[in-house]
């Protein structure tokens, strides 16, 4: 089974430029979420997906960060401007998501590391 | 709002047992999963506990005390390849759906 694909790998910008992620789940996965990971911290969820429509988006700041899932599969986040707050790794997870199997586990991509100068 | 807790490093020798402590506060707590990742590396599921008790999984167990908040991570027979850091997560319920919260995460350095 192919695991949750991520690109870039990395990615240098400027502040105030934009920038995007793309990320392409595990097939068959109904759950997709964007976690932002800052350095020495856990995972923080930003946005979750439930096919192509938004379960959560409750710590996404809209103001700059937008994420869409067209078609229910694969996922692009984007930050515009970016500041240097934002300097992370974005990772994309997937999940079965069907039924209430709550022990199911979230597969995780390696994540694209972003750094903003 | 949810809320983790966990030591941030514990370093321990190759072959010894470390355990590795999580409390937690939050609402519509469902369960309690453990992650290892790896330096650059992805998040990678180890356990998930739903109800009290052990689970155990190779060398891996993990423990929930549903009454207590609390649970842990105990890594036995550890191999130079367990450095890591060590992530808990709460499994929480809501208008949203299922959702996954997770805490600071613990490194755990081991020399030989």
């Known amino acids: 089974e192919a695991g949750v694909a991520q690109s870039p790998r990395y990615k240098i910008i400027e502040k105030r430029q934009s920038v995007a992620f793309w990320c392409n789940p595990i097939?068959?996965?109904?759950?997709l979420y964007w976690y932002q990971q800052i350095l020495g911290q856990g995972p923080k969820l930003l946005i979750q997906f439930q096919n192509n429509g938004v379960v959560d988006d409750s710590q996404l700041p809209k103001d700059r960060f937008s994420a869409e899932r067209l078609k229910g599969v694969d996922s692009t986040l984007k930050i515009q401007p970016a500041k240097l707050e934002d300097s992370a790794v974005y990772l994309c997870?997937?999940?079965?998501?069907?039924?209430?199997?709550?022990?199911?586990?979230?597969?995780f991509g390696d994540g694209t590391r972003l750094s903003i100068l | 709002g949810q809320s983790l807790e966990q030591p941030s490093e514990v370093t321990a020798v190759e072959g010894a047992i470390v355990q590795i402590n999580c409390t937690y506060q939050t609402s519509g707590f469902y369960g309690l999963s453990w992650y290892q990742q790896h330096d650059g590396g992805a998040p990678t599921f180890l356990s998930y506990n739903g109800l009290d008790g052990l689970e155990e999984t190779g060398r891996f167990s993990s423990f929930l005390s549903r009454s207590d908040s609390y649970g842990y991570l105990l890594l036995q027979e550890l191999q130079m390849k367990d450095s890591a850091s060590y992530f808990c997560?709460?499994?929480?319920?809501?208008?949203?759906?299922?959702?996954?919260?997770f805490g600071g995460g613990t490194r755990v350095l081991v020399k030989p």
């Open positions: 097939s068959g996965h109904a759950t």
């Open positions: 997560a709460v499994t929480t319920s809501g208008a949203a759906g299922n959702k996954l919260t």
């Open positions: 997870a997937s999940r079965e998501g069907r039924g209430q199997r709550l022990n199911q586990p979230q597969h």
